[in-house]
C-alpha cells in the first residue's frame, strides 16, 4: 500500500507531467502482479539455511524496508546493484535483462523496480554465482516472474536438499520448483545477450563447491561471486563443499583470463582491477606457507591461531580465525 500511496501524490502533484504520471501508473500495475509473490522469503531462507552449518546467521527479524537498491552503472548496459546482500550484475538490451544473484527475497519488488528503471525489459535470466541466501533468495520471486535461472548442478543440488532435509529423492511441489535452477551446468555454459558474448563458468570448489564466475567477455568485466571480495578475508565455507586451496586456484584462473583492464565485480565490495586480485593472491599464499611452516613446527590449531601469523593485514582484512582454521586443516592432512 505504501508505493500505491506514493504513486496518487505523484499524480496529485503533476509536476514531472503526464509521461511520469503514466510511469508511476504503469509500475503500480505491476505492483498489483506481484503483491501475491513475495511471501516465500521465510519459506526460502529456512530451505537454504540448512546447506551449510556455517552459513552465517539468517537475517530474517531483519527489516529490509529502509534497504535502497542503488544502481552503479559500469558500460552503456552492463551496472551492478547494491542493496543488502551480494553485489547484483546486469545486463540490459533489447535482448532482456541478464541478471546476477537476486539478493533476498524481501527486496524482489525493489529490485524489480530498479531494473524497470533502467531496462524496462523483464528479467530473462538469473545467475546464481553460488548457493548462500544472500545471493539467491529472490529465486522463487524472479522465477514467478518467468526468468530461466541458471547455475552450476552443485547449487541446484543444495537448494533442493535444503526443501527435503537432504532427501533428494522427495519430491519437490510446484512453489519450490519454480525458485531452482532449470538450466544447470558442470563446466560452463555461454550466452549471446545485448551484444555481449557472456562466459560463465565453474573453476572447481572455492567459496562453495557450486561457485560460478561470468566473464563478459566484450566488456572485459567479471562477476566473481563470493570467491573474490573486498570487504573480508576470503570466506571457506565448508559445509558447502568449499576449500581455501580452491580459492587460491580461482584467483589464478582470474588471472590467467584477465588482463590490465579488466574490471573485477566481487560478491561484495568495490568494482577492483588485476593488480588487486594479484594481491590479495600474493597475500593468501604469504599466509598458507606461515600457517605450513607452524605445522613443521608441530603446532596445533589453537597455537597458530595465537601466534598472529596474520597480524600485518588484520587491520585491513579483519578476523583471519575462519581463514586460518581452513588453511590449518587443508594443510594438516597434506
Known amino acids: 500500500?505504501?508505493?500505491?500511496?506514493?504513486?496518487?501524490?505523484?499524480?496529485?502533484?503533476?509536476?514531472?507531467?503526464?509521461?511520469?504520471?503514466?510511469?508511476?501508473?504503469?509500475?503500480?500495475?505491476?505492483?498489483?502482479?506481484?503483491?501475491?509473490?513475495?511471501?516465500?522469503?521465510?519459506?526460502?531462507?529456512?530451505?537454504?539455511?540448512?546447506?551449510?552449518?556455517?552459513?552465517?546467521?539468517?537475517?530474517?527479524?531483519?527489516d529490509f524496508s529502509q534497504v535502497e537498491i542503488i544502481p552503479h552503472q559500469l558500460t552503456d548496459n552492463i551496472y551492478y546493484l547494491e542493496g543488502q546482500g551480494g553485489n547484483i550484475g546486469v545486463s540490459i538490451?533489447?535482448?532482456g535483462v541478464f541478471m546476477i544473484d537476486d539478493q533476498f527475497a524481501p527486496l524482489?519488488?525493489?529490485?524489480?523496480?530498479?531494473?524497470?528503471?533502467?531496462?524496462?525489459?523483464?528479467?530473462?535470466?538469473?545467475?546464481?554465482?553460488?548457493?548462500?541466501?544472500?545471493?539467491?533468495?529472490?529465486?522463487?520471486?524472479?522465477?514467478?516472474?518467468?526468468?530461466?535461472?541458471?547455475?552450476h548442478e552443485n547449487v541446484r543440488t543444495a537448494l533442493a536438499a535444503g526443501f527435503t532435509n537432504g532427501d533428494l529423492a522427495q519430491a519437490l511441489t510446484a512453489d519450490q520448483r519454480i525458485g531452482l535452477p532449470i538450466v544447470t551446468f558442470t563446466d560452463s555454459v555461454d550466452f549471446h545477450l545485448n551484444g555481449d558474448d557472456i562466459?560463465?563458468?565453474?573453476?572447481?570448489?572455492?567459496?562453495?563447491?557450486g561457485d560460478s564466475f561470468v566473464f563478459f567477455r566484450q566488456?572485459?568485466?567479471?562477476?566473481?561471486?563470493?570467491?573474490f571480495r573486498t570487504v573480508?578475508?576470503?570466506?571457506?565455507?565448508?559445509?558447502?563443499?568449499?576449500?581455501?586451496?580452491?580459492?587460491?586456484?580461482s584467483y589464478e584462473k582470474l588471472l590467467e583470463i584477465s588482463d590490465a583492464n579488466t574490471r573485477f565485480l566481487p560478491g561484495h565490495g568495490v568494482v577492483s582491477k588485476?593488480?588487486?586480485?594479484?594481491?590479495?593472491?600474493?597475500?593468501?599464499?604469504?599466509?598458507a606457507n606461515r600457517v605450513q611452516n607452524a605445522i613443521d613446527d608441530g603446532m596445533s590449531l589453537e597455537q597458530v591461531l595465537a601466534a598472529g601469523l596474520t597480524a600485518e593485514y588484520d587491520a585491513r582484512w579483519g578476523d583471519p580465525q575462519g581463514m586460518?582454521?581452513?588453511?590449518?586443516?587443508?594443510?594438516?592432512i597434506r
Open 108 to 151: 524482489s519488488e525493489k529490485i524489480l523496480d530498479t531494473l524497470e528503471d533502467l531496462s524496462g525489459q523483464p528479467v530473462r535470466f538469473v545467475i546464481n554465482t553460488h548457493q548462500h541466501p544472500d545471493h539467491i533468495g529472490g529465486n522463487q520471486n524472479m522465477g514467478r516472474e518467468g526468468a530461466v535461472i541458471v547455475a
Open 324 to 332: 586460518l582454521t581452513a588453511v590449518f586443516n587443508e594443510l594438516i
Open 232 to 249: 573480508a578475508y576470503p570466506r571457506v565455507d565448508v559445509g558447502a563443499g568449499g576449500t581455501f586451496h580452491g580459492i587460491v586456484a
Open 219 to 227: 566488456s572485459n568485466i567479471i562477476h566473481t561471486g563470493d570467491v
Open 1 to 62: 500500500m505504501k508505493k500505491l500511496t506514493n504513486i496518487m501524490k505523484a499524480k496529485a502533484s503533476m509536476t514531472t507531467g503526464f509521461d511520469k504520471v503514466m510511469q508511476l501508473k504503469s509500475k503500480a500495475m505491476q505492483f498489483i502482479k506481484r503483491k501475491n509473490i513475495f511471501n516465500v522469503f521465510f519459506r526460502t531462507i529456512s530451505a537454504v539455511a540448512i546447506i551449510s552449518l556455517t552459513i552465517e546467521p539468517i537475517l530474517a527479524q531483519q
Open 274 to 287: 588485476q593488480a588487486d586480485v594479484l594481491s590479495q593472491l600474493q597475500m593468501f599464499k604469504t599466509i
Open 93 to 95: 538490451g533489447e535482448d
Open 199 to 209: 562466459h560463465v563458468f565453474y573453476n572447481g570448489s572455492g567459496h562453495t563447491n
